[in-house]
């Protein structure tokens, strides 16, 4: 029968897409939890100092790509360019350390980037590329991992990234010039301008102006709502997720369903249109990609819902920024894409895949974009092509709250210089109106994953108190020849990661700090058991020579040697070991009635992990306490100081 | 006689010349000589932190832009775009300050800008807007400030530059649409897309590639060349202009003269062509700008150097940037061309006018890079115009030293995206090879001026030097009460703009650090008189009272209060006066054994004026010296310590 060839194919269609997707969650949830989502709020927060486990390991990798394949082929409303950043930064940590000791892909002469600026800076980098390889858009990727990514910026990091992306862009002109015969599928379509607009000659009057304004406040609302029902649904989502893979897995399925229901079944509610007589392309569109799908219409009609829904993502973009064809769409079919689109991607981001938000947002921004545009069709000039390009701008804007970085990846992506006023206008405005309501997505993320994010400036309520009042718990010194026993008992029992060293009587007449272990030195110095019978202060150069510079170069991510793998005999817990060697001398340190705010610039600006905070009058002992970086942490001041204004509180709760 | 017509009019060409370049070249001389030159050295070092005299005021601005004017008419080797850069800094400084008290342009509502950040960042967003204006690339112009302008970088100042420069791109689209019809003469012209190449197809191959190698290996000796050149000239030029503003006009008179009969002379040189059969534009040019100049040719005949020589500058630029037109110019003339400009760009830049580097540096590079493609056109199928881009991309490399946003100027320049990897590789190669010479040609401007800029990185020797061994001087501190007259005494003697205040004994039980106070709140105290006869501690609140915040906000370049304008009695000189109130009681400290690469670092990165060295052993004072960013200087380091390795000493020197 007629209709059971129809259900068949839907069954065809929505089974491989279901099989693709429980794949994708598949390996995610088992192999990989950490690869669900974009990665970019991920790579952000490591970016800012906070080493989050397994983030950047070569499993995350794995799945990072072939979950990202496999969540694309699976027809959700989701991008690959999230992903490719992520992707990207793993690359660039996996380099920076050398290769993978876990998987004996090690390479010696990718060691010299064992310290902490230098692998961010190479996973900037990264990131750069990804998104260079992403969008081909090479400019665009260095703007993003500046905007976006980093928290700290040099001079020289911009150039490296700038070389970086230059690289990138030369081998992918290459492989789309060796793929431009059609080698490699739809690779090589497009050349570097993804969507080319470049034809179109763009005058625009003060009237344009007016519906720019508009398109700009819509993007600056919706991109609100979005942030904020986005971050609705990942809480009611963390929890499901939290019963373990199978629910991860169903959750994705039943997604998955929808989706395969969303794009088979809306295009059933477009009545078929008739070709029009001047089209440009071929009508109805013939093979995988075009502007006019034939899905269930009579030769020489076209369904324009399908041309949307039942299509790639990429597709469905191009048929929305193209221009000449002002009269293509329904306006009825727009608005049900538009709010498909919207609320598909809104659940699909929380699954457990490999999932990016370009591209969603661009979907749904160059949707209103394009309805707008055919609603002001009246009173302006501008093609409504131009208005999806200036709606994608708008959403991005406001769901995002990047401006450069947008700005010149869409230059890149359209090759459409002239719009540049424009979509600067609207990006401003979007933003502006975005940011009153609440914060960008991936620091909302960050927030929500309870990231300890370190914000570049300092809150307001931090002005009214000092660095002592800060300080908590007991602080544990070392001496600078200390026990072995004491060193162990401490790492055991806490989880510290810094430790000062104060130098006492009778090894220097008054207490005296030394510096600053930090816990991997400490266990480097005790697995080599330099130990001695008597507390006495060894010559530093005894220990260099004993030790190399790679010893206590910093490890790879979860690589590092742990204290529940060294032993030592009763014997050797009475014994010493010299800590001054491996002291930093020189470590930042703050007297204990700075302003909170100075000293949380101050941590923030020269990316430390630990600040010592020292008394402003003598006779005291000569540490008061340390500062890590969840000091700073809103919540835990909070918890100090009840007290404090709350509605000063709520702020930094959001700005935290 | 035929000839003595010729003759006329170069002395009416070059007695224009003349009298332009004179004029501007006074005006600069007597009215403000920090208006000459480029400016963009100066702005660098003042967001660096240099507070020079005068870089920035009213007369600046005024002779910034008239000298400009008269000195692109006078038809010099220089560009408007270095001088348009400062322009936007010297705005941004007077709306900082709330316009200028000297001329009687005050505003109220513009005095909110009265701290060092926030006027710094205010200026960088001039900056920007100077860059957007004079190329026209509202995106490049945000990158300019980003990469070459400011010293420290914040999220929101990117988002502030960015809207600055949006704000420009719509205020120049609308003037170049309300010029359209030809009303502003050259203006309209070209719209936003200065230099328009889209129209030519690039697809390019392995020999291209090659080509473009060499052109930027070319590019990075001719920049490196170029910037010893620069050096040495204007080391000899600096001699001339301190004799006084006679001998800075007779200088810029010479070197107008030069240029007078270069540009009228040399074309004399060049043979007459026949107008090609098949030009797109008129063949030989009417009116002002085109590609064929008549000059002293026959009808239907062009002379090649003449379009290059006898034009205004951007019209040069077009002329050699025009694509379709490889045999255009003899190489001959090309080679003359580039020669002469080269050495113009040389000798032009020191005189007593404002001039910009970019528009000499693109003319040479496009020249150059126009003769490479008319070389290779054999092997290789680019367009010698689109040579002649890359040329002056690998000239702005080496020179300038700038990647992303030179790269992104000469794409909003010339809309041509699809050379974007190329423009790219060029610029990366040029600029390698030139770093290995010597500095970018800014750095070296400030070097030359003697400007304490602070690196972004500190310099190998200083880690081998502790914060202690660097504190010079006999060190001043006060009392947090102290007499008058030791406070004026203190002021007039030395020229220090902080001081350390300390408590002692009977205040405090111990010598305690109380803060540091700056000269100029210490003025504004004075000025309030609000002494005492005893030497008691008053409340802060008293003090905050009879003073409002804005007193002490920090006054415009060069109005501050002077201790010369203020007078005591003898009895006043006797009383005592509380310091508390206006102490910063939380000053960034380091301890005297600090590493001071890392108190560089430090000193660097929070954008400091002073630190403080504290001890680190107790029963001493609580203060053992200050640093100001003149302790961080190589050649103060270099005189408290001949002995340092020479080799390392030469390195910082280059960089410091």
């Not at 969507?195 to 102006?209: E, H």
């Amino acid at each position: 029968c007629f209709q059971c060839r129809y259900f068949t194919a839907f069954l065809a269609y929505g089974g491989s897409n279901l099989v693709l997707a429980a794949a994708a969650a598949a390996i995610c949830a088992y192999i990989a939890p950490a690869a669900a989502g974009s990665g970019i709020p991920e790579v952000k927060a490591y970016l800012n100092g906070v080493d989050a486990y397994s983030i950047l390991a070569p499993s995350t990798l794995f799945v990072k790509i072939f979950g990202s394949i496999l969540g694309v082929s699976a027809g959700f409303v989701l991008g690959k360019e999230g992903p490719m950043v992520h992707t990207g930064a793993c690359i660039a940590n996996l380099l920076g350390q050398g290769g993978s000791r876990k998987y004996h892909l090690t390479c010696n002469w990718l060691r010299y980037f064992k310290n902490d600026r230098d692998r961010r800076d190479l996973i900037t980098c990264g990131c750069a590329a990804g998104v260079a390889a992403a969008f081909r858009a090479p400019v665009g990727g260095v703007l993003f991992a500046l905007e976006e990514a980093a928290s700290w910026w040099r001079s020289a990091l911009l150039w490296r990234a700038f070389f970086t992306t230059a690289v990138v862009a030369v081998v992918l002109r290459t492989l789309i010039e060796f793929c431009r015969s059609g080698k490699c599928g739809l690779f090589g379509q497009g050349g570097l301008i993804m969507f080319d607009l470049s034809s179109t000659v763009a005058t625009y009057s003060s009237p344009d102006l007016l519906a720019i304004i508009l398109l700009g406040i819509i993007g600056g609302i919706f991109g609100g709502l979005f942030n904020f029902l986005l971050d609705k649904i990942l809480r009611i989502y963390s929890i499901i997720n939290e019963r373990g893979a199978p629910s991860k897995i169903l959750l994705t399925i039943i997604v998955s369903v929808i989706t395969s229901m969303c794009s088979y079944g809306l295009p059933w509610l477009a009545s078929c249109t008739q070709c029009p007589e001047d089209a440009v392309e071929q009508c109805p569109t013939v093979g995988r990609s075009g502007n006019y799908k034939n899905f269930q219409c009579p030769p020489g009609y076209y369904n324009g819902m399908a041309s949307l829904f039942f299509n790639t993502n990429d597709d469905a973009i191009r048929n929305l920024f193209s221009t000449g064809t002002a009269t293509e769409y329904h306006m009825s079919s727009l608005f049900i894409f538009f709010v498909a689109i919207y609320c598909l991607g809104l659940v699909t981001y929380g699954i457990a895949v490999p999932s990016g938000l370009f591209i969603p947002v661009i979907l749904a921004g160059a949707t209103y974009g394009r309805i707008v545009g055919t609603l002001l069709g009246s009173i302006s000039s501008l093609d409504p092509g131009l208005f999806a390009l200036l709606g994608a701008a708008s959403f991005l804007g406001g769901t995002m709250r990047m401006t450069v970085s947008v700005c010149v990846i869409l230059l890149e992506l359209t090759n459409d210089l002239q719009m540049l006023p424009l979509v600067m206008l609207v990006l401003l405005i979007s933003k502006t109106i975005a940011d009153s309501f609440n914060k960008g997505v991936y620091d909302q993320i960050v927030v929500m994953k309870g990231l300890p994010y370190m914000e570049a400036h300092a809150e307001p309520y931090m002005r009214h108190l000092v660095a002592g009042d800060v300080v908590t718990g007991p602080l544990i010194t070392f001496s600078g020849v200390e026990k072995v026993g004491d060193i162990v008992t401490a790492l055991r029992i806490t989880g510290h990661n810094g430790f000062p060293v104060v130098d006492e009587p009778p090894l220097t007449e008054v207490p005296e700090l030394v510096g600053l272990v930090i816990r991997s030195h400490l266990l480097v110095l005790l697995k080599g058991k330099m130990f001695m019978k008597e507390p006495v202060k060894m010559s530093g150069s005894f220990v260099m020579e004993r030790f190399g510079a790679f010893d206590f170069a910093k490890a790879g991510s979860g690589k590092g040697l742990k204290i529940e793998d060294l032993h030592f005999t009763d014997e050797e817990m009475q014994m010493y070991v010299d800590l001054h060697a491996i002291a930093n001398t020189s470590p930042y340190t703050v007297v204990e009635t700075m302003s909170l705010a100075k000293a949380a610039l101050l941590f923030r600006e020269l990316g430390l992990r630990h600040l010592l905070v020292v008394p402003k009058t003598p006779y005291r002992p000569p540490i008061v306490g340390i500062l890590t970086r969840h000091d700073f942490v809103a919540e835990h001041i909070h918890d100090l100081f009840p007290s404090l204004n709350p509605h000063n509180f709520h702020s930094a709760s959001m700005g935290g």
